[in-house]
């Protein structure tokens, strides 16, 4: 193979991967040194010239030339007399040799070596700029189209063709892909997986949360507004709290929008989180109270050694700070990292009894509309009313009937 052909071959391919020219030099220089190497032992005194533009090498061997009786004839960089003047016979004893080496020298094996070498080291290095592409991108939102959709993981592809990978995991629960969808998720991690780029994407982070928020809400973007932390439930429930150190700007109104019009956009790419944005205050019990909302706190005792708060609240409230399956009470423990405790307050009429709506969180509606049909609308009207009387008036399960009484009186232990 012909210098020049190899160059251009590789030239063209390390193009078509956006390899710059000084990198493709010195990746050639590298491989046409190891060449030397193997064939001279040493290449301290090899030259090579290469234009990759015109596809040109040139390899110049320099030697000093030395008497043919000389200790120094079997270095490396010395030449003995004899053979110097069968090169140009004009030469003289300490007068230096340049001599172009022919890339067909080194052999035909040794050049097909060199090629496939070429074409490893350009595929070693895009992945080599691909880790780091993305490894810079980590934390910041990108775009993919879903090629492939698998139980365990979406796969998606950049603009530029590379692989994505969103595990199920990382997935919001409600997500549902196929191909050639578009899909926004930020770069999680990135990570080698037998010598190749791993690229981890997320929809599940907070931080994929406070992306959305930065680029749907100017101010936040513009660092008017700072988010403090994210909470979340994937697809569920989150919660945010922001603050803004402009006394003229609304924080929560800003990231809210006129009639929610930004935070729509960020709701709907979540496939319909419901978040709640909360004013950051250094006032540990009124951020306690705001983490709650929408549930209206009547009295917190706080013990900062334990990290703990029990908040009281009036018994049609409880349910509000609890929240679905516990959601709103989890998340903001997780917003000021603290462990809260929720308790009923109750005074000596509210003592007497508790409506049944107030258990909704843990009796299925369904159950309490049939105690309501035989004029059960309380707790203590259930309870005095008993086992046997219910099963026998109502058209309820046995096992639901003492999962009712059970949680009844628990509410008043």
Same mark, same amino acid.
């Given at each position: 193979?012909?210098?020049?052909?190899?160059?251009?071959?590789?030239?063209?391919?390390?193009?078509?991967?956006?390899?710059?020219r000084p990198t493709m030099i010195r990746i050639l220089e590298d491989v046409f040194r190891t060449m030397i190497r193997k064939k001279y032992k040493d290449d301290d005194n090899f030259d090579i010239i290469i234009n990759t533009d015109k596809g040109d090498l040139e390899i110049w061997r320099f030697r000093e030339i030395v008497?043919?009786?000389?200790?120094?004839?079997?270095?490396?960089?010395?030449?003995?007399?004899?053979?110097?003047?069968?090169?140009?016979?004009?030469?003289?004893?300490?007068e230096e040799v340049a001599e172009e080496i022919k890339l067909i020298d080194f052999g035909r094996r040794a050049v097909m070596t060199a090629r496939q070498t070429l074409i490893q080291k350009i595929k070693d290095l895009e992945k080599d700029i691909l880790f780091q592409k993305y490894k810079e991108l980590v934390g910041?939102?990108?775009?993919?189209?879903?090629?492939?959709?698998?139980? #365990?993981?979406?796969?998606?592809i950049d603009g530029e063709g590379n692989e994505l990978n969103i595990p199920k995991s990382d997935q919001i629960p409600k997500d549902r892909y196929r191909k050639g969808d578009s899909a926004r998720a930020i770069v999680h991690r990135v990570e080698m997986h037998n010598g190749n780029p791993r690229i981890i994407l997320s929809r599940t982070s907070p931080t994929f949360l406070e992306r959305l928020f930065e680029s749907e809400v100017p101010e936040v973007y513009?660092?008017?507004?700072?988010?403090?932390?994210?909470? #979340?439930?994937?697809? @569920? #429930?989150?919660?945010?709290?922001?603050?803004?150190?402009?006394?003229?700007?609304?924080?929560?109104?800003?990231?809210?929008?006129m009639k929610g019009s930004r935070i729509h956009s960020i709701v709907r790419e979540l496939q319909n989180e419901n978040i709640d944005v909360i004013n950051f205050t250094d006032n540990l019990e009124l951020y306690i109270s705001r983490a709650l909302s929408p549930a209206k706190i009547l009295n917190m005792k706080i013990d900062e050694s334990q990290k703990r708060v029990s908040v009281y609240l009036k018994p049609d409230q409880v349910s509000l700070?609890?929240?679905?399956?516990?959601?709103?009470?989890?998340?903001?423990s997780r917003l000021v990292e603290y462990e809260i405790d929720v308790f009923r307050e109750l005074d000596a009429v509210e003592e007497e009894d508790v409506d049944l709506d107030e258990f909704s969180d843990e009796i299925e509606g369904w159950v309490i509309d049939e105690?309501?049909?035989?004029?059960?609308?309380?707790?203590?009207?259930?309870?005095?009313?008993?086992?046997?009387?219910?099963?026998r008036?109502?058209?309820? @399960?046995?096992?639901?009937?003492?999962?009712?009484?059970?949680?009844?009186?628990?509410?008043? @232990?």
């Open positions: 193979m012909e210098a020049g052909i190899l160059i251009d071959s590789f030239a063209d391919f390390a193009r078509n991967k956006n390899i710059d008497d043919d009786n000389s200790e120094d004839i079997w270095d490396h960089d010395k030449i003995c007399f004899s053979d110097a003047i069968k090169i140009e016979p004009d030469f003289e004893i300490g910041e939102i990108i775009t993919g189209e879903v090629y492939q959709t698998m139980s #365990r993981e979406v796969l998606l513009d660092g008017l507004i700072t988010i403090k932390k994210v909470v #979340r439930e994937p697809g @569920e #429930r989150a919660k945010v709290s922001v603050e803004s150190y402009d006394d003229r700007i609304d924080p929560v109104g800003a990231c809210v929008g700070a609890i929240g679905k399956g516990g959601q709103n009470i989890k998340l903001a105690l309501k049909k035989i004029g059960l609308d309380t707790a203590k009207s259930v309870l005095r009313l008993g086992r046997e009387d219910m099963v008036r109502t058209d309820l @399960e046995e096992e639901t009937v003492d999962n009712v009484l059970s949680v009844l009186t628990q509410e008043f @232990e």
